[in-house]
């Protein structure tokens, strides 16, 4: 008991402790931080920082960065992650809105340089991570939104039916022909997917997770929610980025969806391969018609006077992502066919 009271007035110590540097409103405070670098700048333009409060101490300054998410990333940290390995960073404080009207605020560990280096191995062993939260019982998360910032995949094929006429006159320019783009849309009637959910991270693009020093860390838990086990696999094997581009193969793509398959049985869940694979094959495709359209509707967008010097990323890194989208749509048209599950292995 002694024990006990005496981490919990150590932790009050130290929440206490991290509060001095953030002013009421919610930002640091300049006369007492030392130094402060910008990390980046979430979608209602708050910054991420790393502050310093001596030349070798230094920590994360995280605001509410997406304002549909307020008090989601705190609730994860109290109510889902403690059942993880210690794979995030760890929170050291954070606001309370209901007692000052500030705004919302949290304080990171500082994991020092993080490297987003997408090898095999690496992307491997996040395969495992994955199937360790989804092995999780979502009934232990009641609270937990039951979707998160993008479109459920069943509303992207609704889109995509809605938009047919500009896919089919996208495909050409991309070198995806039209007689690829009417098999997929010939079968979109018939697609389906599982209706199991499990815990899910919602935002596991390649910049999410990354290698401090040799632990991989897995960090932004403010989208997670409950959605198909597809959602955070698609995310990691082949969700593209404009900051961090990667390579992906048919025989990695593979590789990675058994490894998420093998841990899951290790975790006492058996899940059919063929099925799951063929599954992944057509999520993967929709997912990335629907990222097709929007990422030509960004350099549409670029292209106008109005935004041609304005814009999170650059042409060149719209572009390539846009290959990288359309190899992976390439490839995982091939996954659909029952014939190519077997013979990928």
């Known amino acids: 008991m002694i024990v006990l009271l005496h981490f919990i007035q150590k ?76 794979i995030y960073p760890q929170l050291l404080a954070c606001s309370d809105t209901d007692v000052n009207g500030g705004e919302e605020w949290m304080v990171f560990e500082d994991l020092g340089p993080l490297h987003h280096l997408h090898t095999d191995e690496t992307l491997v062993q996040a395969a495992g991570l994955v199937a360790r939260w989804h092995a999780l019982p979502p009934e232990h998360f009641a609270g937990i939104p039951l979707r998160g910032p993008k479109p459920l995949i069943q509303e992207m094929v609704s889109e995509l039916h809605n938009r047919k006429t500009d896919l089919l006159e996208l495909s050409s320019s991309l070198g995806f022909s039209k007689q690829q783009m009417q098999r997929i849309y010939a079968q979109l009637e018939h697609f389906s997917f599982s209706h199991q959910l499990v815990l899910s991270h919602g935002d596991l693009h390649p910049g999410n997770y990354a290698l401090s020093g040799e632990r991989l860390m897995v960090m932004d838990w403010e989208h997670a929610h409950l959605n198909t086990p597809l959602w955070d696999v698609y995310h990691l094997i082949d969700m593209s980025h404009p900051c961090f581009p990667r390579h992906m193969t048919s025989e990695l793509r593979i590789r990675l969806l ?88």
Not at 49 to 75: A, H, M
Request: hydrophobic residues 35%.
């Open 11 to 86: 932790s009050w110590v130290v929440m206490n402790l991290f509060h001095q540097y953030v002013n009421l409103d919610g930002t640091l405070m300049d006369t007492l931080v030392r130094d402060r670098e910008i990390l980046y700048t979430g979608t209602n333009g708050r910054h991420v920082e790393r502050f310093y409060v001596s030349s070798s101490e230094s920590y994360i300054f995280k605001p509410l960065t997406n304002d549909d998410q307020k008090g989601c990333e705190k609730w994860v940290y109290e109510h889902v992650l403690p059942a993880l390995p210690p």
């Open 258 to 345: 058994d490894t998420y398959l093998e841990q899951l049985e290790l975790l006492g869940i058996r899940v059919d391969r063929t099925t799951f694979v063929h599954e992944y094959g057509r999520f993967a495709v929709i997912f990335s018609l629907w990222m097709l359209l929007l990422i030509t509707s960004d350099l549409q967008r670029m292209g106008t006077e109005v935004h041609r010097n304005s814009g999170k990323w650059s042409k060149e890194q719209l572009e390539s992502q846009l290959a990288e989208t359309l190899a992976c749509l390439n490839q995982c048209t091939v996954m659909m066919d029952w014939g190519q599950v077997q013979t990928c292995k």
